[in-house]
Protein backbone atom coordinates (compact mmCIF):
# COMPACT_ATOMS: atom_id res chain seq x y z
CA UNK A 1 0.00 0.00 0.00
CA UNK A 2 1.34 3.61 -0.91
CA UNK A 3 1.35 4.68 2.48
CA UNK A 4 3.15 1.93 4.08
CA UNK A 5 5.89 2.08 1.51
CA UNK A 6 9.00 4.25 2.40
CA UNK A 7 10.35 5.92 -0.50
CA UNK A 8 14.15 6.65 -0.08
CA UNK A 9 15.24 9.74 -1.76
CA UNK A 10 19.04 10.36 -2.90
CA UNK A 11 20.14 12.80 -0.47
CA UNK A 12 21.00 16.32 -2.21
CA UNK A 13 24.96 16.64 -2.68
CA UNK A 14 25.39 20.30 -0.57
CA UNK A 15 22.46 18.80 2.07
CA UNK A 16 24.38 15.46 2.50
CA UNK A 17 27.40 17.59 3.70
CA UNK A 18 25.22 19.72 5.97
CA UNK A 19 22.80 17.63 6.71
CA UNK A 20 22.46 18.89 10.57
CA UNK A 21 22.66 22.69 9.61
CA UNK A 22 19.53 21.87 6.71
CA UNK A 23 17.80 20.41 10.14
CA UNK A 24 18.30 23.19 12.05
CA UNK A 25 16.75 25.64 9.34
CA UNK A 26 13.30 23.61 8.90
CA UNK A 27 12.82 23.77 12.32
CA UNK A 28 13.16 27.04 13.13
CA UNK A 29 11.22 27.66 10.31
CA UNK A 30 7.96 25.39 11.13
CA UNK A 31 8.44 26.43 14.72
CA UNK A 32 7.99 30.08 13.87
CA UNK A 33 3.91 28.46 12.85
CA UNK A 34 3.57 25.99 15.20
CA UNK A 35 4.26 28.26 18.31
CA UNK A 36 2.47 30.93 16.80
CA UNK A 37 -0.82 28.84 16.35
CA UNK A 38 -0.77 28.47 20.51
CA UNK A 39 0.77 30.95 21.63
CA UNK A 40 -1.78 33.54 20.86
CA UNK A 41 -4.23 31.43 22.62
CA UNK A 42 -3.58 32.35 26.13
CA UNK A 43 -3.22 36.08 25.48
CA UNK A 44 -6.82 35.97 24.24
CA UNK A 45 -8.32 37.34 27.15
CA UNK A 46 -5.75 40.05 27.63
CA UNK A 47 -6.13 41.14 23.88
CA UNK A 48 -9.72 40.95 24.26
CA UNK A 49 -9.45 43.51 27.25
CA UNK A 50 -7.31 45.39 25.42
CA UNK A 51 -9.41 46.20 22.33
CA UNK A 52 -13.08 45.59 23.83
CA UNK A 53 -13.09 42.84 21.48
CA UNK A 54 -16.33 40.22 22.33
CA UNK A 55 -16.32 36.33 21.52
CA UNK A 56 -16.67 36.20 17.90
CA UNK A 57 -14.01 38.74 18.00
CA UNK A 58 -11.23 36.71 19.71
CA UNK A 59 -12.27 33.54 17.60
CA UNK A 60 -11.25 35.85 14.51
CA UNK A 61 -7.96 36.11 16.14
CA UNK A 62 -7.07 33.19 15.77
CA UNK A 63 -9.28 31.81 12.60
CA UNK A 64 -7.58 34.98 10.58
CA UNK A 65 -4.58 33.16 10.90
CA UNK A 66 -5.75 29.59 10.49
CA UNK A 67 -7.71 30.79 7.49
CA UNK A 68 -4.80 31.36 4.84
CA UNK A 69 -3.12 28.90 6.44
CA UNK A 70 -5.43 26.13 5.86
CA UNK A 71 -6.48 27.48 2.30
CA UNK A 72 -3.01 28.03 0.65
CA UNK A 73 -0.37 25.46 2.59
CA UNK A 74 -1.37 22.87 -1.03
CA UNK A 75 -0.16 25.82 -3.05
CA UNK A 76 2.34 26.85 -0.80
CA UNK A 77 3.34 23.31 -1.56
CA UNK A 78 3.12 23.38 -5.02
CA UNK A 79 5.30 26.70 -5.57
CA UNK A 80 8.05 25.00 -3.80
CA UNK A 81 7.71 21.85 -6.25
CA UNK A 82 7.75 24.94 -9.04
CA UNK A 83 9.67 27.45 -8.40
CA UNK A 84 11.97 25.99 -5.73
CA UNK A 85 11.44 25.06 -2.23
CA UNK A 86 14.26 26.92 -0.20
CA UNK A 87 13.34 30.04 -2.19
CA UNK A 88 9.34 29.66 -1.14
CA UNK A 89 10.96 28.63 2.49
CA UNK A 90 12.80 32.02 2.92
CA UNK A 91 10.16 33.99 1.31
CA UNK A 92 7.80 32.47 3.54
CA UNK A 93 9.87 33.07 6.79
CA UNK A 94 10.54 36.42 5.54
CA UNK A 95 6.88 37.46 5.25
CA UNK A 96 5.74 35.83 8.77
CA UNK A 97 8.40 38.02 10.16
CA UNK A 98 7.05 41.13 8.76
CA UNK A 99 3.53 40.73 9.46
CA UNK A 100 4.72 39.68 13.43
CA UNK A 101 6.17 43.06 13.49
CA UNK A 102 2.81 44.31 12.30
CA UNK A 103 0.79 42.36 14.90
CA UNK A 104 3.09 43.91 17.60
CA UNK A 105 2.01 47.41 16.48
CA UNK A 106 -1.65 47.30 15.76
CA UNK A 107 -3.40 49.74 17.44
CA UNK A 108 -6.77 48.13 16.44
CA UNK A 109 -8.21 45.06 16.13
CA UNK A 110 -8.92 46.24 12.41
CA UNK A 111 -5.29 46.12 11.86
CA UNK A 112 -4.52 43.29 14.05
CA UNK A 113 -6.78 40.55 11.68
CA UNK A 114 -5.26 41.29 8.33
CA UNK A 115 -1.54 41.09 9.66
CA UNK A 116 -2.66 38.06 10.92
CA UNK A 117 -4.06 36.40 7.42
CA UNK A 118 -0.66 37.95 5.98
CA UNK A 119 1.06 35.49 9.05
CA UNK A 120 -1.05 33.01 7.78
CA UNK A 121 0.11 32.95 3.98
CA UNK A 122 3.94 33.18 5.14
CA UNK A 123 2.90 30.04 7.26
CA UNK A 124 1.52 28.13 4.26
CA UNK A 125 4.62 29.41 2.52
CA UNK A 126 7.17 27.69 4.55
CA UNK A 127 5.42 24.52 6.41
CA UNK A 128 4.96 22.35 3.23
CA UNK A 129 8.45 23.31 1.62
CA UNK A 130 10.48 23.11 5.23
CA UNK A 131 9.48 19.28 5.14
CA UNK A 132 9.77 19.17 1.72
CA UNK A 133 13.75 19.79 1.71
CA UNK A 134 13.90 17.33 4.37
CA UNK A 135 12.42 14.60 2.24
CA UNK A 136 14.72 15.37 -0.29
CA UNK A 137 17.82 16.36 1.71
CA UNK A 138 17.82 12.92 3.54
CA UNK A 139 17.63 8.76 2.30
CA UNK A 140 16.72 6.08 4.24
CA UNK A 141 16.89 5.44 7.93
CA UNK A 142 18.48 8.96 8.00
CA UNK A 143 15.12 10.39 6.32
CA UNK A 144 13.33 8.95 9.06
CA UNK A 145 14.78 10.32 11.80
CA UNK A 146 15.11 13.89 10.28
CA UNK A 147 11.11 13.54 9.99
CA UNK A 148 10.93 12.09 13.60
CA UNK A 149 13.17 15.17 14.70
CA UNK A 150 11.34 17.43 12.52
CA UNK A 151 7.45 16.33 13.86
CA UNK A 152 8.55 15.95 17.32
CA UNK A 153 10.11 19.42 17.14
CA UNK A 154 7.41 20.46 16.05
CA UNK A 155 4.75 19.58 18.50
CA UNK A 156 7.42 20.58 21.25
CA UNK A 157 7.20 23.98 20.33
CA UNK A 158 3.29 24.49 19.52
CA UNK A 159 3.36 23.06 23.14
CA UNK A 160 5.66 25.19 24.26
CA UNK A 161 3.92 28.37 23.38
CA UNK A 162 1.27 28.89 25.56
CA UNK A 163 3.85 28.87 28.47
CA UNK A 164 6.26 30.92 26.90
CA UNK A 165 2.94 33.31 25.69
CA UNK A 166 1.79 33.52 29.23
CA UNK A 167 5.05 34.60 30.63
CA UNK A 168 5.43 37.09 27.95
CA UNK A 169 1.99 38.68 28.59
CA UNK A 170 2.01 38.42 32.50
CA UNK A 171 5.80 40.35 32.71
CA UNK A 172 5.86 42.70 29.18
CA UNK A 173 2.53 42.20 27.66
CA UNK A 174 0.62 40.75 24.75
CA UNK A 175 2.78 42.20 21.64
CA UNK A 176 5.74 40.86 22.80
CA UNK A 177 4.63 37.11 21.71
CA UNK A 178 4.80 38.51 18.20
CA UNK A 179 8.59 40.31 18.61
CA UNK A 180 9.59 36.68 19.78
CA UNK A 181 9.43 35.93 15.95
CA UNK A 182 11.73 37.97 14.45
CA UNK A 183 15.04 36.60 15.96
CA UNK A 184 13.67 33.19 15.11
CA UNK A 185 13.11 34.38 11.78
CA UNK A 186 16.30 36.21 11.30
CA UNK A 187 18.45 32.67 12.03
CA UNK A 188 16.16 30.34 9.89
CA UNK A 189 16.98 32.68 6.97
CA UNK A 190 20.54 32.94 7.25
CA UNK A 191 20.97 29.35 8.04
CA UNK A 192 18.47 28.24 5.00
CA UNK A 193 20.82 30.49 2.76
CA UNK A 194 24.06 29.63 3.80
CA UNK A 195 23.69 25.77 3.85
CA UNK A 196 19.97 24.69 2.11
CA UNK A 197 20.34 23.40 -1.35
CA UNK A 198 17.85 25.01 -3.72
CA UNK A 199 15.73 22.19 -5.75
CA UNK A 200 12.51 22.40 -7.58
CA UNK A 201 10.73 20.53 -10.22
CA UNK A 202 9.39 23.47 -12.37
CA UNK A 203 7.30 21.50 -14.70
CA UNK A 204 3.84 21.30 -13.26
CA UNK A 205 1.29 23.71 -14.03
CA UNK A 206 0.29 25.68 -10.66
CA UNK A 207 -3.57 25.63 -10.06
CA UNK A 208 -4.66 28.76 -9.14
CA UNK A 209 -8.73 28.44 -9.07
CA UNK A 210 -8.21 25.73 -7.36
CA UNK A 211 -6.22 27.75 -4.50
CA UNK A 212 -9.16 30.72 -4.87
CA UNK A 213 -11.85 27.89 -4.48
CA UNK A 214 -10.52 26.08 -1.73
CA UNK A 215 -9.90 29.88 0.22
CA UNK A 216 -13.38 30.53 -0.65
CA UNK A 217 -15.06 27.84 0.69
CA UNK A 218 -12.91 27.30 4.14
CA UNK A 219 -13.30 31.36 4.48
CA UNK A 220 -17.67 31.52 3.92
CA UNK A 221 -18.00 28.09 6.07
CA UNK A 222 -15.77 29.45 9.17
CA UNK A 223 -17.46 32.95 8.73
CA UNK A 224 -20.95 31.66 8.96
CA UNK A 225 -20.00 28.85 11.71
CA UNK A 226 -17.96 31.34 13.59
CA UNK A 227 -21.25 33.46 13.66
CA UNK A 228 -23.46 30.63 14.35
CA UNK A 229 -21.25 29.27 17.64
CA UNK A 230 -21.61 33.47 18.95
CA UNK A 231 -24.99 33.30 19.13
CA UNK A 232 -26.30 29.32 19.00
CA UNK A 233 -28.60 30.71 15.76
CA UNK A 234 -28.53 30.98 11.84
CA UNK A 235 -28.88 34.31 11.03
CA UNK A 236 -29.54 35.49 7.44
CA UNK A 237 -26.13 36.35 6.84
CA UNK A 238 -24.68 33.16 8.66
CA UNK A 239 -26.96 31.41 5.91
CA UNK A 240 -25.55 33.25 3.22
CA UNK A 241 -22.29 32.12 4.38
CA UNK A 242 -23.05 28.74 4.61
CA UNK A 243 -24.45 28.88 0.80
CA UNK A 244 -21.50 30.08 -0.59
CA UNK A 245 -18.94 27.98 1.16
CA UNK A 246 -21.19 25.11 0.06
CA UNK A 247 -21.28 26.02 -3.49
CA UNK A 248 -17.43 27.26 -3.32
CA UNK A 249 -16.51 23.71 -2.01
CA UNK A 250 -18.49 21.91 -5.04
CA UNK A 251 -16.91 24.29 -7.42
CA UNK A 252 -13.43 23.16 -6.22
CA UNK A 253 -13.73 19.40 -6.03
CA UNK A 254 -15.26 19.85 -10.00
CA UNK A 255 -12.16 21.80 -10.74
CA UNK A 256 -9.65 19.45 -8.56
CA UNK A 257 -11.71 16.45 -10.63
CA UNK A 258 -11.32 18.12 -14.31
CA UNK A 259 -7.63 18.94 -13.61
CA UNK A 260 -6.51 15.18 -12.61
CA UNK A 261 -3.19 15.32 -12.40
CA UNK A 262 -2.34 19.01 -12.61
CA UNK A 263 -4.89 19.57 -9.39
CA UNK A 264 -3.36 20.64 -6.11
CA UNK A 265 -5.80 17.95 -4.69
CA UNK A 266 -4.98 14.94 -7.33
CA UNK A 267 -8.26 12.58 -7.00
CA UNK A 268 -5.78 9.93 -7.76
CA UNK A 269 -4.43 10.20 -4.13
CA UNK A 270 -8.04 8.95 -2.88
CA UNK A 271 -8.04 5.64 -4.43
CA UNK A 272 -5.58 4.73 -1.82
CA UNK A 273 -7.55 3.19 1.54
CA UNK A 274 -4.21 4.18 3.52
CA UNK A 275 -4.28 7.84 2.44
CA UNK A 276 -8.10 8.56 2.93
CA UNK A 277 -7.69 6.98 6.47
CA UNK A 278 -4.49 8.93 7.29
CA UNK A 279 -6.94 12.39 6.30
CA UNK A 280 -9.49 11.34 8.21
CA UNK A 281 -6.91 10.47 11.43
CA UNK A 282 -5.25 13.92 10.61
CA UNK A 283 -8.66 16.05 10.09
CA UNK A 284 -10.05 14.45 13.53
CA UNK A 285 -7.34 14.43 15.58
CA UNK A 286 -6.25 17.67 15.08
CA UNK A 287 -9.25 19.53 15.33
CA UNK A 288 -9.84 18.36 18.70
CA UNK A 289 -6.42 18.76 19.44
CA UNK A 290 -6.84 22.32 18.15
CA UNK A 291 -10.24 22.92 19.73
CA UNK A 292 -8.51 22.00 23.46
CA UNK A 293 -5.90 24.19 23.10
CA UNK A 294 -8.27 27.14 22.73
CA UNK A 295 -10.37 26.21 25.36
CA UNK A 296 -8.30 25.15 28.00
CA UNK A 297 -6.16 28.05 28.64
CA UNK A 298 -9.48 30.24 28.39
CA UNK A 299 -11.22 28.06 31.38
CA UNK A 300 -8.26 28.54 33.62
CA UNK A 301 -8.02 32.15 33.20
CA UNK A 302 -11.41 33.13 33.09
CA UNK A 303 -13.63 30.17 35.76
CA UNK A 304 -10.35 29.32 37.37
CA UNK A 305 -8.49 32.34 38.13
CA UNK A 306 -5.04 31.50 36.65
CA UNK A 307 -2.82 33.69 35.26
CA UNK A 308 -1.67 33.63 32.15
CA UNK A 309 1.27 32.26 33.16
CA UNK A 310 -0.28 29.66 35.69
CA UNK A 311 -2.96 28.71 32.39
CA UNK A 312 0.36 28.60 29.43
CA UNK A 313 2.05 26.36 31.83
CA UNK A 314 -0.78 23.96 32.70
CA UNK A 315 0.01 22.90 28.82
CA UNK A 316 3.63 21.84 30.01
CA UNK A 317 2.98 17.92 30.00
CA UNK A 318 2.51 18.29 26.04
CA UNK A 319 6.65 19.48 25.27
CA UNK A 320 7.67 17.25 28.08
CA UNK A 321 6.36 14.05 27.40
CA UNK A 322 6.13 14.77 23.07
CA UNK A 323 9.92 15.33 23.28
CA UNK A 324 10.72 12.61 25.23
CA UNK A 325 8.73 9.68 23.55
CA UNK A 326 8.43 10.87 20.22
CA UNK A 327 11.90 10.22 18.59
CA UNK A 328 11.19 6.45 20.51
CA UNK A 329 7.98 6.16 18.36
CA UNK A 330 9.31 6.62 15.17
CA UNK A 331 11.82 4.69 15.32
CA UNK A 332 9.16 1.93 16.38
CA UNK A 333 7.31 3.09 13.62
CA UNK A 334 10.00 2.08 11.67
CA UNK A 335 10.41 -0.87 12.30
CA UNK A 336 6.33 -2.07 12.65
CA UNK A 337 4.74 0.40 10.40
CA UNK A 338 3.04 2.85 11.12
CA UNK A 339 -0.97 0.64 11.71
CA UNK A 340 -0.66 0.17 15.45
CA UNK A 341 1.11 3.71 16.47
CA UNK A 342 -1.12 5.36 14.49
CA UNK A 343 -4.63 3.39 15.73
CA UNK A 344 -3.34 3.35 19.50
CA UNK A 345 -2.18 6.97 20.05
CA UNK A 346 -5.31 8.58 18.95
CA UNK A 347 -7.11 5.85 21.07
CA UNK A 348 -4.93 6.80 24.05
CA UNK A 349 -5.53 10.32 23.52
CA UNK A 350 -9.49 10.20 23.47
CA UNK A 351 -9.14 8.68 26.87
CA UNK A 352 -7.30 11.95 28.28
CA UNK A 353 -9.96 13.98 26.49
CA UNK A 354 -12.75 12.08 28.50
CA UNK A 355 -10.73 13.13 31.74
CA UNK A 356 -10.43 16.43 31.12
CA UNK A 357 -14.62 15.91 30.98
CA UNK A 358 -14.43 15.74 35.09
CA UNK A 359 -12.18 19.16 35.27
CA UNK A 360 -12.85 21.76 37.47
CA UNK A 361 -10.70 24.59 36.94
CA UNK A 362 -11.47 25.95 40.75
CA UNK A 363 -10.63 22.31 42.29
CA UNK A 364 -6.54 22.20 41.96
CA UNK A 365 -4.91 21.40 38.57
CA UNK A 366 -2.59 18.23 39.90
CA UNK A 367 -6.19 16.17 40.16
CA UNK A 368 -8.25 18.10 37.81
CA UNK A 369 -6.31 19.27 35.01
CA UNK A 370 -2.87 17.04 35.19
CA UNK A 371 -4.11 13.72 34.63
CA UNK A 372 -5.77 14.13 31.16
CA UNK A 373 -3.38 16.50 29.80
CA UNK A 374 -0.60 13.81 30.36
CA UNK A 375 -2.64 11.48 29.11
CA UNK A 376 -2.98 13.61 25.70
CA UNK A 377 -0.03 14.05 25.77
CA UNK A 378 0.99 10.59 25.98
CA UNK A 379 -1.36 9.54 22.98
CA UNK A 380 -0.35 12.14 20.84
CA UNK A 381 3.90 11.30 21.51
CA UNK A 382 2.71 7.97 19.77
CA UNK A 383 1.12 9.37 16.73
CA UNK A 384 3.06 12.39 15.45
CA UNK A 385 6.42 11.28 14.09
CA UNK A 386 4.81 7.83 12.23
CA UNK A 387 1.52 10.16 10.61
CA UNK A 388 4.39 12.66 8.88
CA UNK A 389 6.00 9.97 7.53
CA UNK A 390 3.67 7.84 6.51
CA UNK A 391 2.06 10.53 4.79
CA UNK A 392 4.99 11.41 3.14
CA UNK A 393 6.56 8.39 2.51
CA UNK A 394 3.05 7.79 0.11
CA UNK A 395 4.72 10.22 -2.72
CA UNK A 396 7.04 10.07 -5.29
CA UNK A 397 9.78 12.63 -4.73
CA UNK A 398 8.27 15.66 -7.23
CA UNK A 399 5.23 15.73 -5.19
CA UNK A 400 6.82 15.47 -1.46
CA UNK A 401 6.08 19.63 -1.23
CA UNK A 402 2.16 18.81 -2.47
CA UNK A 403 1.67 15.74 -0.22
CA UNK A 404 3.27 17.61 3.06
CA UNK A 405 1.42 20.65 2.07
CA UNK A 406 -2.01 18.31 1.98
CA UNK A 407 -1.50 16.71 5.48
CA UNK A 408 -0.37 20.39 7.06
CA UNK A 409 -3.79 21.52 5.12
CA UNK A 410 -6.10 18.91 6.55
CA UNK A 411 -4.43 19.72 10.42
CA UNK A 412 -4.48 23.22 10.30
CA UNK A 413 -8.94 22.80 8.41
CA UNK A 414 -9.31 20.49 11.43
CA UNK A 415 -8.57 23.08 14.12
CA UNK A 416 -9.82 26.12 12.04
CA UNK A 417 -13.22 24.21 12.37
CA UNK A 418 -12.81 23.40 15.87
CA UNK A 419 -11.62 27.50 16.54
CA UNK A 420 -15.23 28.47 14.54
CA UNK A 421 -17.51 26.60 17.12
CA UNK A 422 -15.26 27.10 20.12
CA UNK A 423 -17.82 30.36 20.05
CA UNK A 424 -20.34 28.08 21.84
CA UNK A 425 -17.78 27.83 24.82
CA UNK A 426 -15.94 30.67 25.37
CA UNK A 427 -18.87 33.53 25.11
CA UNK A 428 -20.01 31.63 28.52
CA UNK A 429 -19.45 32.28 32.00
CA UNK A 430 -19.00 30.47 35.26
CA UNK A 431 -20.60 27.44 35.88
CA UNK A 432 -22.22 27.69 32.30
CA UNK A 433 -18.52 28.02 31.03
CA UNK A 434 -17.34 24.87 32.81
CA UNK A 435 -20.33 22.96 31.51
CA UNK A 436 -19.98 23.65 28.01
CA UNK A 437 -16.06 22.75 28.34
CA UNK A 438 -16.86 19.37 29.72
CA UNK A 439 -19.28 18.54 26.76
CA UNK A 440 -16.57 19.98 24.32
CA UNK A 441 -14.14 18.27 25.92
CA UNK A 442 -16.54 14.46 25.23
CA UNK A 443 -16.93 15.86 22.16
CA UNK A 444 -12.86 15.94 21.86
CA UNK A 445 -12.97 12.60 23.34
CA UNK A 446 -15.24 11.20 20.15
CA UNK A 447 -12.83 12.85 17.58
CA UNK A 448 -9.84 11.42 18.98
CA UNK A 449 -10.64 7.52 19.44
CA UNK A 450 -12.75 7.85 15.87
CA UNK A 451 -9.08 8.79 14.40
CA UNK A 452 -7.10 6.28 15.82
CA UNK A 453 -10.26 3.77 14.63
CA UNK A 454 -10.05 5.14 10.91
CA UNK A 455 -6.46 4.35 10.69
CA UNK A 456 -7.19 1.03 12.47
CA UNK A 457 -9.18 0.28 9.23
CA UNK A 458 -7.37 1.82 6.99
CA UNK A 459 -3.87 1.12 7.55
CA UNK A 460 -2.22 -2.37 7.43
CA UNK A 461 0.55 -3.50 9.01
CA UNK A 462 3.55 -2.68 6.56
CA UNK A 463 6.23 -5.89 6.28
CA UNK A 464 8.93 -6.05 7.77
CA UNK A 465 12.10 -5.20 5.08
Avoid at 142 to 154: L, M, P, Q, S
Avoid at 347 to 365: N, T
Wanted: proline share 5%.
Amino acid sequence: MPCDQTVAHAAQPGSARHGNWVLLATILASSLAFIDGSVVNVALPAIGKSYGAGAADLQWTINAYLLPLSALLLLGGALGDHFGRRRMLVGGIALFALASVACAWAPSLAVLLPARAVQGIGAAMLMPNSLAILGNAFSGEARGRAIGTWAAVGAIAGAVGPPLGGWLVGVVGWRAIFYLNVPVALGAIVIALRFVEENAEGEQALDWPGAALATIALGALTWALTLWSASYRMTGVAWIGLVAGLVALAAFLLVEHRRRDAAMMPFAMFASAPFVGLTLLTFLLYGALGGLLVLLPFLLIVAGGYTALAAGMALLPFPVVIGAASRAAGRLSERIGPHWPLSIGPIVAGCGFALLARADPQAGYWWGVFPGMLVIALGMAGAVAPLTTAVLSSVEATHTGTASGFNSAIARTGGLIATALVGAVIGKTGAALVGAFHIAALIGASMAVAAGLSAMVTLGVRPRD
